[in-house]
């Protein structure tokens, strides 16, 4: 008996099956992280618009923090096929809108530019959640802002530089005075 033929014997006598020996043989192979479904040109729209969401200011922006490719990731693993075919549509929908407002790619527009058209977005997308009923998806681009900004404050960076992070908090105070400009905490 060799060693194929008494794996094979064993499984049946556990009540499992083997489809494949090559399967188990050769292993699993991920894809995840590879960004396979994403052009060049879609996740360099991403890390744009993330970064317009969250710029770099006094703390590195989303850009930096590398949510692009965080995004790409979450709506690739979780998001359900009609919330993903809605975000596709809306990268496709920012660049029409880039272009009727203002003869270009959104990638090529001035961050002024790209803010007043995100900013026009954000307006759309209030107004179309207040009136949405459950059978309609979810505006894509409530979906970015959201996925920008999980993205980004739970990266090293958005958690370190953008909120008062403390690694090791010490008493439970519940009333800190707050001043105004005083960073979030984040405990680790």
């Not at 499984?11 to 020996?21: A, F, H, R, Y």
């Not at 188990?24 to 991920?30: A, R, Y």
């Amino acid at each position: 008996m060799d060693r194929r033929e008494a794996v094979r014997y064993i499984s049946l006598i556990m009540g499992g099956t083997i489809v494949g020996s090559s399967a188990i043989l050769s292993g699993c192979k991920s894809t995840t992280g590879t960004h396979q479904n994403w052009s060049d040109d879609d996740m360099a729209l991403i890390a744009e618009i993330a970064d317009t969401i969250i710029p770099e200011t006094d703390s590195p922006g989303a850009k930096e923090a590398k949510v692009g490719p965080f995004i790409a990731l979450m709506v690739d693993d979780c998001y359900e096929a009609k919330d993903q075919a809605e975000f596709r549509k809306g990268l496709i929908l920012i660049n029409e809108k880039a272009m009727l407002a203002y003869g270009d790619n959104f990638v090529k527009l001035t961050p002024e530019e790209r803010t007043t058209l995100l900013n026009e977005l954000d307006k759309e997308q209030k107004e179309y959640t207040k009136n949405k009923t459950s059978e309609q998806p979810t505006h894509y681009f409530r979906l970015m802002k959201e996925l920008t900004t999980l993205g980004y404050f739970s990266s090293e960076l958005g958690a370190t530089k953008a909120r008062r992070y403390n690694p090791i908090p010490g008493k439970y105070e519940a009333c800190i005075d707050y001043k105004p400009g005083d960073k979030a905490f984040h405990y680790g």
